[in-house]
């Protein structure tokens, strides 16, 4: 399909490069769209000025959920050329959120034709600070106006921009996190390996509960015993014990984070011992009361490594590496961040150059 081109004639005003974007607040130019309809499948896709759409009430994303997203980021190198992070295993994982939800598949040559070729029209607006980045948000959602319980027969697929700075206002400083043992974020079997909004709606009250005391993120345990670990609010989570490097594994609840994946095979690749498997919230405990439990870290796009400086559980808080970022975090956090701008050698072809 021919991608179409509208530029805007009202262009916004971008921030400076030294203003502290935040995250997810400003927004840039252009947006890629295009839509869905049962029987004609994807069409008119074009890159136009960002705008509002337009939705009947009775569209079945506001009655049904069905919703699904991505996070990736676009970056400018020191040597000023733009580079994508594992843009394809992004829009993979995107497809396998469409089929979980009952929703059509994107072309994943298409999207990435059109992501590109938005990021290109806006990026002026890709900054160029250290930490910054242009975050890309795809998006599918629901149209058809039908009250009734079944998959839609219409969507719409957009992508749209925003220059950001650091998830967290800690950057790389260590967060402390609280452990919720009353709600759960998702069950086994259910979509909590899917990148979907009503995962993330179910995570609110406790994240705001959290906050309320003090907290950057909520710890969430498995929802069938309130036991064992599964992610840290929007990112995944690895304990150093001892010598070796532990990670969750995949339990139908977890999101399959491409971070995750990134620092598991960056650590097999340097000989790192590394495992996957249960973790006890009993174990995370003992182990940091008595010394063995050496670092934690959160995993996810928009944070890249956030390191775990506290753990409170029960009202009880336990130190994490001394209060302070751990060495495997560190190192991981360069090696991940020296390739997506451009930096380091990237041995695992990761990168993609784009301009």
Known sequence: M?????KTTRHKLKPSYDADLGFGDIFTDHMFYMEYEQGKGWFAPKIKPYENISLDPAAMVFHY???????????RGK???IYLFRP??????FNRSAKRMCMPEIDIDLVMEGMKRLILADKDWIPSNNGTS???RPTMFATE???GVRPSKTYVFFIILSPVGAYYKEGLDPVNIYVEDKYVRAAPQGTGEVKTGGNYAASLLSAEKAKAKGFTQVLWLDAVEHKYVEEVGTMNVFFVIDDELIVIPFSGSILPGLTRDSVIKIAKHRGIKIRERRLSIDEVIETAENGRLKEAFGTGTAAVISPIGQITYKGNDYTVSGGNMGKLSREFYHEIVGIQYGEREDIFGWREKID
């Open 65 to 75: 959920a069905q919703e699904i997203f991505e996070g990736l980021k676009a970056y």
């Open 88 to 93: 394809r295993d992004n829009f993979a994982r």
């Open 2 to 6: 021919e991608i179409e081109v509208i």
């Open 79 to 81: 040597d000023n050329h």
């Open 134 to 136: 242009l975050y890309i």
């Open 145 to 147: 106006p039908h009250l």
